[in-house]
């Protein structure tokens, strides 16, 4: 894990020399607040900031639903500033959630679990 971890370090900085004001941006999207769910979220945001990546923890109550899910990913894919979209599973929510169709709503490009 360290040597991947180190190769993608690399390579951000070399993305960086290329062009000085491009910030690689990475969103964790969780819905609920799972106690294992929000250990693996640290250790990814940690992770993240140790290659050079911003990364954002957007944090949805239990009480959303599906649409509000859907709709914070189409606003993570819609944003040029964010490069990669994790969907932190499970979705834990009051409502019912296709997690299926959740997850194939992360835009191709932007798919860092995919």
């Not at 910030?23 to 693996?40: A, I």
């Not at 932190?88 to 679990?113: C, F, G, R």
């Amino acid at each position: 894990m360290m040597k991947v971890r180190e190769g993608l370090k690399k390579d951000v900085e070399q993305m960086k020399l290329q062009d000085p004001n491009f910030k690689p941006g990475l969103v964790v999207l969780q819905v609920g607040d799972r106690d294992d769910s929000n250990l693996y979220i640290s250790m990814k945001l940690k992770a993240a900031a140790e290659i050079g990546i911003n990364a954002t923890h957007m944090r949805l109550p239990e009480t959303a639903t599906e649409e509000e899910v859907l709709h914070s990913i189409t606003e993570v894919n819609e944003n040029s500033s964010f490069h990669g979209l994790i969907v932190q599973l499970p979705l834990d929510s009051i409502h019912k959630m296709d997690t299926e169709k959740v997850t194939n709503a992360v835009a191709p490009e932007k798919d860092v679990d995919g």
